[in-house]
């Protein structure tokens, strides 16, 4: 059971490149989510999707977008890397909504933008 | 939107002692309390949560106190090892919500 599966585990990109951070589940949940981690500053929540075709923005969405075609996949895309966006970016997923249902994150994706 | 404040920022016990962490939280919606733990290199993992209306829940060496009163719940951890070390994150939740907001972490280090 592999769970939440992220790719690439790293990367180095130059200022103004752009690339999709991938991130596939195979639990059949319906939720799915986008975070940055930065150190010492916790996971900050950049976007959300509840289904197949539905996406939200989180707490820090300036700079990212994702899309949702699949239950399993939830591309994360940078379209013009800047060095703010160097970071670690974690993909996880739920079942429900419900109170209760833990989120499964994978092993993150390590980005740096120079 | 809430708010989650975890402290301390980092901890450092001798092996067998106990490692308490304690977080608060804005908003009195909130009715889901999760901790993760993350080792180096990986995501974090989920070790142990409580919902609002209980107001503590153990699972052998780890438990979870929440005083909704106060709006605040904390990690304990009895008879610490070494591979206890890591960082560890609490976070809220409201019910209807399917975000959760994280706190800063902790990192513990458990010392031989």
């Known amino acids: 059971n592999a769970g939440v599966t992220q790719t690439p585990k790293f990367r180095i990109l130059k200022i103004g490149q752009s690339m999709t951070l991938q991130c596939a589940q195979d639990?059949?949940?319906?939720?799915m989510y986008w975070y940055r981690q930065d150190p010492g500053m916790g996971l900050k929540l950049i976007y959300y999707?509840?289904?197949?075709?539905?996406?939200d923005k989180g707490e820090v969405p300036n700079g990212y977008n994702v899309s949702r075609s699949t239950t399993e996949d939830f591309p994360l895309r940078l379209e013009l890397a800047a060095p703010s966006q160097t970071s670690v970016y974690f993909c996880?997923?739920?079942?429900?909504?419900?109170?209760?249902?833990?989120?499964?994150f994978g092993d993150g994706t390590r980005l740096s933008i120079l | 939107g809430e708010n989650v404040e975890q402290h301390p920022s980092t901890l450092s016990v001798q092996e067998g002692d106990s490692a308490v962490i304690k977080c608060t939280y804005s908003?009195?919606?909130?009715?889901?309390f999760p901790w993760y733990k993350q080792e180096l290199g990986k995501g974090p993992q989920l070790i142990i949560d409580?919902?609002?209306?209980?107001g503590e829940k153990k699972d052998q060496r780890i438990a979870v106190t929440l005083n909704k009163t106060a709006k605040h719940f904390s990690l304990h951890i009895t008879e610490t090892q070494p591979e206890d070390s890591a960082v560890y994150f609490c976070?809220?939740?409201?019910?209807?919500?399917?975000?959760?907001?994280f706190g800063k972490g902790t990192m513990l280090l458990v010392s031989p």
């Open positions: 996880a997923s739920s079942y429900s909504r419900a109170t209760g249902e833990p989120q499964h």
């Open positions: 908003d009195s919606a909130s009715n889901y």
């Open positions: 409580i919902r609002s209306n209980v």
């Open positions: 639990m059949n949940h319906n939720y």
């Open positions: 976070a809220a939740s409201s019910s209807g919500y399917s975000t959760l907001t």
């Open positions: 999707s509840v289904g197949a075709g539905i996406t």
